[in-house]
């Protein structure tokens, strides 16, 4: 258990920094296609909201393949597209249960269900926050 808790541990320090720098770069993006564009109409203001929702999923999505890749290099699925498969569906907290890591390394698997619950959370209040700022829910117009 204690090789599952400082390898969880890693992936998610990973995952942060991952997250941290890809929000980083995402508000950078959004700050220039703001300035650019000058996106003051209801049409750029959705699409200044898309390009930060596939910013976030390209964020997360390289979350996920990191989890299959630390899978894979442990041993703990069989092949690639099958831990890609139940990384994504840990992290996002489906877990539908038809694939399962091997016995002893349950607590990794729920130390992602745990991490990708947290980034997701994460990701939400970010989406929330650049859609009152720059996207078509500007505080004022709406509510």
Same mark, same amino acid.
Do not use: Q
């Given at each position: 258990?204690?090789?599952?808790?400082?390898?969880?541990?890693? $992936? =998610?320090?990973l995952? %942060?920094?991952i997250h941290?720098? /890809?929000?980083?770069a995402?508000?950078?993006?959004?700050?220039?296609?703001?300035?650019?564009? +000058?996106?003051h109409? +209801?049409?750029?203001? %959705?699409?200044?909201m898309?390009?930060?929702? !596939? *910013?976030?999923?390209t $964020? !997360?999505?390289a #979350?996920?393949?990191?989890w299959? *890749? !630390?899978?894979?290099?442990? *041993?703990?699925?069989? &092949?690639? #597209?099958?831990?890609? @498969?139940?990384?994504?569906?840990?992290?996002?907290?489906?877990? @539908? /249960? &038809?694939?399962v890591?091997?016995?002893?390394?349950?607590?990794l698997?729920?130390? #992602?269900? $745990?991490? /990708?619950?947290?980034?997701?959370?994460w990701?939400?209040? @970010?989406l =929330?926050?650049? *859609?009152? +700022?720059?996207?078509p829910f500007?505080?004022? #117009?709406?509510?």
């Amino acid at each position: 258990m204690i090789l599952n808790l400082c390898v969880g541990t890693s $992936v =998610i320090s990973l995952t %942060v920094l991952i997250h941290t720098f /890809g929000l980083i770069a995402i508000t950078h993006v959004m700050a220039h296609l703001v300035a650019h564009f +000058r996106m003051h109409g +209801r049409r750029s203001r %959705v699409l200044a909201m898309i390009s930060v929702v !596939m *910013g976030l999923f390209t $964020v !997360m999505t390289a #979350e996920v393949w990191l989890w299959a *890749g !630390m899978y894979i290099l442990l *041993g703990v699925l069989p &092949d690639f #597209e099958t831990a890609l @498969y139940f990384s994504t569906i840990t992290f996002s907290t489906v877990g @539908y /249960g &038809d694939v399962v890591p091997a016995h002893g390394w349950r607590v990794l698997a729920a130390l #992602e269900g $745990v991490n /990708g619950f947290l980034l997701i959370g994460w990701s939400t209040a @970010y989406l =929330i926050a650049a *859609g009152t +700022r720059i996207g078509p829910f500007k505080a004022g #117009e709406h509510f």
